[in-house]
């Protein structure tokens, strides 16, 4: 017996739209032993009626000569049960699409719901970034503001510690004697 088995990316998307893996396999067998079944079930009607098609055609056969005319009307006897088995099995194979595409509709609206969600969050999440943002800006325009009044002082005070030492050089030249000595011979006092 040949397993069907789910794709990939449709398992994928089971787990995405149920929301856990669990429950998105138990799913996927469902689909998987569903489709098993209706394809077994096919079979077995294809052989019931194949080998009872051969039986009632070996049986005719064997109760009387078989004429050309005689074979080509019993070949299309067979013909027409084939036809009409061809057609049964593809009215099934239509009902299991049909299933397909409601499931995959349902699916698609989950889908659709996930997407609006993601949307939504992200959304929420860059309305939170940019209050974030505008706060490190505020915070940033402070200190660099409060830098900027440090610097201010750190200036003023480096002017004021200048002419402070200006002011101790003038007065320890002035106060030095040899200095004094230096003036009078200069200046005459």
Partial sequence: MRTYALPRSAFDLLIEALGQRQKAEI????????????DEQA???????KSQIKTELQDELR?????????????NVVDER?????????????VVDERFKALENK???????VDERFKALENKMEERFNVIDERFKTLENKMEERFNVTDEKFKSFNFKLN??????LISLTFANPTFVKLIEKIFGF
């Fill in 63 to 75: 109760k009387e000569l078989v004429t050309k005319d005689l074979f080509e009307e019993r070949f």
């Fill in 163 to 168: 002419i402070f030492i200006a002011i101790a």
């Fill in 82 to 94: 084939f036809k009409t088995l061809e057609h049964e099995m593809n009215e099934r194979f239509n």
């Fill in 27 to 38: 799913f996927a067998k469902a689909i998987e032993s569903a489709i098993e079944a209706i």
């Fill in 107 to 113: 699916m698609e609206e989950r889908f659709n719901v």
């Fill in 43 to 49: 079979k077995e009607v294809i052989v019931e009626k």
